[in-house]
Nanobody, 126 residues
Framework: QVQLDESGGGLVQAGDSLRLSCAAS????????MGWFRQAPGKERQFVSA???????YYGNSVKGRFTISRDTAKNTVNLQMNSLKPEDTAVYYC????????????????????WGQGTQVTVSS
């Protein structure tokens, strides 16, 4: 059973930074793509960022240039550094892992991700 545990959410002001972490329960997590998604109230779950096993990274247009994804294979964690936060970044952020790998546009597709964490709330006040 794959378990993903997110941490690092909180309440911040616009322009501040937060760092989210996702701890995976398995040692082989670096064989798969890991992603971050977010869901605001009344909206669909939205792609934020992903990193493949080969280190290739992907970002949603709304976060490109502000967010950075990274993976620490020694600690089995995936991190999301979020800078210059905006009120529209307010959402529950979910960590997810693909069943296999992903390539190109597949890494943006939430249906490619089989395992999900329970989410961490990020609230950005104006």
């Amino acid at each position: 059973q794959v378990q993903l545990d997110e941490s690092g959410g909180g309440l911040v002001q616009a322009g501040d930074s937060l760092r989210l972490s996702c701890a995976a329960s398995e040692r082989t997590f670096n064989m798969y793509a890991m992603g971050w998604f977010r869901q605001a109230p009344g909206k669909e779950r939205q792609f934020v960022s992903a990193v493949r096993s080969d280190g290739t990274t992907y970002y949603g247009n709304s976060v490109k240039g502000r967010f950075t994804i990274s993976r620490d294979t020694a600690k089995n964690t995936v991190n999301l550094q979020m800078n210059s936060l905006k009120p529209e970044d307010t959402a529950v952020y979910y960590c997810a892992r693909t069943r296999g790998g992903c390539s190109g546009y597949e890494c943006y597709d939430r249906t490619r991700y089989t395992y999900w964490g329970q989410g961490t709330q990020v609230t950005v006040s104006s």
